[in-house]
């Protein structure tokens, strides 16, 4: 069986002291800092998640900006080919009037001098049957 003496007394005495001790030296100060690094830790991860957050959010903005660009630029791409296709009609418009008109005044320049031809040729005619039948009779 177990004696109770004064050593078995002594010693719990000794154990608590040694207990209460080692609890103000040791093990107060080292929960402290790991509270402490529980804390920072918690705080940073805090600020990861806002800043990640924060990320993503500027990513939405910048991809719905970027697609309102490009559907801008689809829309300018639209009315500027629609206004090309507008001054290309005009233009050609333009010069097919001009080369109506530049053919039309050929024309009247041509039949003009047709008309000169034909009545230059015509006084001419007379003189052109006379030598050719002088020529005719002449060899005969």
Same mark, same amino acid.
Do not use: C, H
């Given at each position: 069986?177990?004696?109770?003496?004064?050593?078995?007394?002594?010693?719990?005495?000794?154990?608590?002291?040694?207990?209460?001790?080692?609890?103000?030296?040791?093990?107060?100060?080292?929960?402290?800092?790991?509270?402490?690094?529980?804390?920072?830790?918690?705080?940073?991860?805090?600020?990861?998640?806002?800043?990640?957050?924060?990320?993503?959010?500027?990513? &939405?903005?910048?991809? +719905?900006? *970027? #697609?309102? @660009?490009?559907? %801008? !630029?689809?829309?300018?791409?639209?009315?500027?080919?629609? /206004?090309?296709? &507008?001054?290309?009609? +005009?233009? *050609? #418009?333009? @010069?097919?009037? %001009? !080369?109506?008109?530049?053919?039309?005044?050929?024309?009247? /320049?041509?039949?003009?001098?047709?008309? +000169?031809? *034909?009545?230059?040729?015509?006084? %001419?005619?007379?003189?052109?049957?006379?030598?050719?039948?002088?020529?005719?009779?002449?060899?005969?």
């Amino acid at each position: 069986m177990i004696d109770l003496d004064w050593t078995f007394f002594a010693q719990l005495v000794n154990f608590l002291i040694i207990l209460t001790v080692l609890n103000l030296i040791l093990f107060r100060p080292i929960r402290g800092i790991i509270k402490k690094r529980a804390e920072v830790m918690s705080e940073k991860l805090g600020s990861i998640e806002a800043f990640t957050a924060q990320a993503e959010s500027k990513l &939405e903005n910048y991809k +719905a900006s *970027l #697609s309102g @660009a490009r559907v %801008e !630029a689809q829309q300018m791409r639209v009315s500027l080919k629609a /206004e090309g296709t &507008e001054a290309e009609a +005009a233009v *050609l #418009s333009k @010069a097919g009037a %001009e !080369a109506a008109e530049k053919v039309a005044a050929a024309r009247k /320049e041509i039949d003009g001098q047709k008309q +000169a031809a *034909l009545k230059a040729l015509r006084n %001419e005619v007379a003189g052109y049957a006379k030598n050719v039948a002088d020529k005719v009779l002449s060899k005969a």
